[in-house]
Nanobody
Framework: QVTLVESGGGLVQAGGSLRLSCAASGHTSTPFALAWFRQAPGKERRFVSAIDWTGDRAYYSDPVKGRFTISRENAKLTVHLQLDSLKPDDTAVYYC??????????????WGQGTQVTVSS
């Protein structure tokens, strides 16, 4: 069982930056990838970014590529998402997830409660 707790959300103006963090705790029998998904009001949850166990490989969705950066600390139990050049369309609840390295919801077995990011125009 893995517990994920997100932090770092908030309100920011367009063009600004935020840094989201997700701390994982608990125990799994295998190393796990960490990812971020987001869900805007009235829309389905969508993939944002993922990083593998080693930190050597990362995926980004097209809308965030070049603006967001994912990283994980050496302890491998914390993941960060640096959000730069934010746009109003980035407004959503951002969820951290742990599981198999991939871009799909079913790649991930564990989910955090989410943190709200609101970008004003």
């Amino acid at each position: 069982q893995v517990t994920l707790v997100e932090s770092g959300g908030g309100l920011v103006q367009a063009g600004g930056s935020l840094r989201l963090s997700c701390a994982a705790s608990g125990h799994t029998s295998t190393p796990f990838a960490l990812a971020w998904f987001r869900q805007a009001p009235g829309k389905e949850r969508r993939f944002v970014s993922a990083i593998d166990w080693t930190g050597d490989r990362a995926y980004y969705s097209d809308p965030v590529k070049g603006r967001f950066t994912i990283s994980r600390e050496n302890a491998k139990l914390t993941v960060h998402l640096q959000l730069d050049s934010l746009k109003p369309d980035d407004t959503a609840v951002y969820y951290c997830a742990a599981g198999r390295f991939g871009r799909l919801h079913y790649d991930y077995d564990y989910w955090g409660q989410g943190t709200q990011v609101t970008v004003s125009s």
